[in-house]
């Protein structure tokens, strides 16, 4: 471990910075290397198959999150409502075009260059494809639009993933040997599907190890950075693998020690709530909400947001005897692409199995897909699980929707709540 800031950083950690930095170095060089560039989404994203043409892979939410931790997303968002972006919409949305207008500067301090094509898989949420409508009007380069079907039975069915692959083959796969002059190769894409699956199945063990007591790792703040390469650009390579490998190690000797996980405030000792929690994170304050929990002894146990990028905890996989087929699979499963009583299962299994004191929700103001039909969700999860919920509002990257004394206020109210119930539970007994 080292310290840099007063911040502790473990070396998993540190290999994730230096990938992610090699990442934005090959994106802004791109126009010297010759390598081409596809814009897309982290729900739905297609990393193997882009890589399988030599192509790079820029995520604008990744993008946007990373403006919003360095604290510049608050000028974006301002730039892109003088420009007539409204209020209400996703702030993923604003901080991305307001960058366009602030010199489109990557976090190694270069200009990001224009993508080639953009690659919308179309996962439930239709900012996606408003988003991708604004961006194509920016660059007019060529847009391929995958129709993913919504699971509004809760079930995908095999016509729904037939449908997803006859537009891979008739659709991407023919547009990106047109941009990028790579001839389309399943053999290469059946490697990088092995070496997804083999990152997946170390991600899941990551996570699961939250059901130990103390858990050894935070499943909201810190499955940030736990999910990271997978999320991101860096499914399916031998990168992705060595990064868990490290990281599995770490936590295994924080299993073997009875530790609790490394915060940026240092481990958390003790454990005096678990807690699973709803929605995305704030990134504007992400320290100062993380420090929140970590003053309160709260632990997150398990969390829908670290399954956005892939609901690999439920048993998916990226299998290499069936890639396209996988790929269908992998779009069709996202969490965005769930209905809301599929949603209520899913964290009504998550109290249960990681044994939680109650489920707090964070609705983020500007992500529709998440927020609505929240408070039923908290409520139906309550009512069948008998934990209580809470709920809190932030905001993505936008600073001035993180009131940082009201949700201190909230999060010291619900752990006084649980304490509580606790006490009636004993006294009943
Ligand atoms: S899921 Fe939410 S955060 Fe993501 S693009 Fe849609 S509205 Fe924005």
Redesign the pocket.
Known sequence: MSADKNVIKEESMIIQKEMISRNYDAITSKMETGRKMAST?V?GNLNELVRCFDMLNNLP?INAIQAGMRKLTGGYIMEAEKGGHSEDV????KADIGQLGKGNIAPNGKPYPDPDVLLLSYTG????MK?FELLREQYKCPTVMIHVPYQGDGHWTMNMRDYIVKQLKEEVIPTFEKISGVKFDIDRLREMMALSAKAEDDLVWVIETAKHKPSPIDAYFGAVYYVGPIFSAFRGTQEAVDYYKVLKKEIQYRIDNKMGPITPEGEMKEQKYRIVVEG?PNWTNFREFWKMFYDEGAVVVASSYSK?GGTYDMGFRHDPKNPLESLAEYCLGCY?NRNLPTRVEILEKYINDYEADGLLTNS?K?????SAGQLMMMREVEKRTGKPGAFIETD?VDPRYFSAANVKNRLESYFQMIEQKRRGVKSAA
């Not at 949420?125 to 996606?128: D, I, L, P, S």
């Not at 500007?366 to 998440?370: D, G, L, Q």
Request: hydrophobic content about 35%.
């Open positions: 989404f729900p939410e996703c702030t993923y949305v949420c239709y900012t996606f988003w995305p956005v965005t983020i500007s992500c529709n897909s998440f993505l």
